[in-house]
């Protein structure tokens, strides 16, 4: 009933930028928040940033003044906006999203993945 699809992943340098995309579609009445959240190779996947409804949004320490988060005005879509990245930002990036269907069933959703690998 709800995808996500994101986008912008690939390789970077050590202090580059990456601005990845997600786009929530379906049989949606709502998106009451999305995120973004990353595993590492070995690693426990983590919250990277999220936000909500009202725009208010939360970050990870280690990305703290490096990385922004933001939606459209529909709210349907989410960005993370990657900037002075470093070798330790590489994983797998998670789009998750809380959504409320038509049906007003409240869900939560999770993209594919998308690789941020950042060179030294």
């Known amino acids: 009933q709800v995808q996500l699809v994101e986008s912008g992943g690939g390789l970077v340098q050590s202090g580059g930028s990456l601005r990845l995309s997600c786009v929530a579609s379906?049989?949606?009445?709502?998106?009451?928040?999305m995120g973004w959240y990353r595993q590492a190779q070995g690693k426990e996947r983590e919250l990277v940033a999220n936000v909500i409804s009202s725009g208010s949004a939360n970050y990870a320490d280690s990305v703290k003044g490096r990385f922004t988060i933001s939606r459209d005005n529909a709210g349907n879509t989410v960005y993370l906006q990657m900037n002075s990245l470093k070798p330790e930002d590489t994983a797998v990036y998670y789009c998750?999203?809380?959504?409320?269907?038509?049906?007003?069933?409240?869900?939560?959703?999770w993209g594919q993945g998308t690789q941020v690998t950042v060179s030294s």
């Open positions: 379906g049989s949606i009445f709502s998106v009451n928040a």
């Open positions: 998750n999203a809380e959504i409320a269907t038509m049906s007003l069933t409240i869900l939560r959703s």
